[in-house]
């Protein structure tokens, strides 16, 4: 079994002029842990997770730290500056440069190798670099189940 015979496929993914407002309505909407970040010619240079909202060094001198601002007694107001300086900022000034991919081809054990040895949890599918689909945990959960 290769790349593309697991991957989900069309992705979802973000261009890099967008927001991390838009990045976290489009997970929410729909209902996607991570956005891959691509070009204008479709080619991936990022991805975004949702674990880089806030909780994320990138974003300490916005807020010093998540747990720190929930922490502390904040008041209404100064949550919604914060959440509005970060809502703002462009995916391109805080997405994680360094981004694994895999071709379409790519025998699925070559996928999960490359994703234990690099602690990742998700991987785009590419194809000429451009992005074609995105192998998940779930997709392993899918191919478990039989699915």
């Known amino acids: ?37 691509v070009d204008g010619e ?19 001198p916005l807020v010093d730290n998540l747990y720190t601002l929930l922490g502390t007694s904040v008041s209404p107001r100064h949550i919604a500056e914060v959440s509005q300086r970060v809502g703002s900022k462009l995916i391109k000034e805080v997405m994680p440069r360094r981004v694994f991919t895999v ?3 790519t025998p699925i054990e070559k996928v999960v190798e490359l994703m234990l040895r690099q602690g990742i949890h998700r991987i785009p599918v590419t194809e000429d670099g451009r992005l074609v689909g995105i192998i998940t945990r779930h997709d392993f959960l899918k191919l478990i189940a039989g699915s």
């Open 1 to 37: 079994m290769n790349a593309n015979e697991l991957m989900s496929s069309p992705p979802v993914s973000i261009g890099l002029e967008a927001t991390v407002a838009d990045a976290a309505r489009c997970m929410l909407d729909k209902n996607v842990s991570c956005l891959p970040v």
């Open 42 to 60: 479709g080619k991936v240079v990022g991805i975004l997770t949702h674990t880089d909202f806030g909780l994320h060094p990138r974003f300490r």
């Open 103 to 105: 071709e379409g081809d």
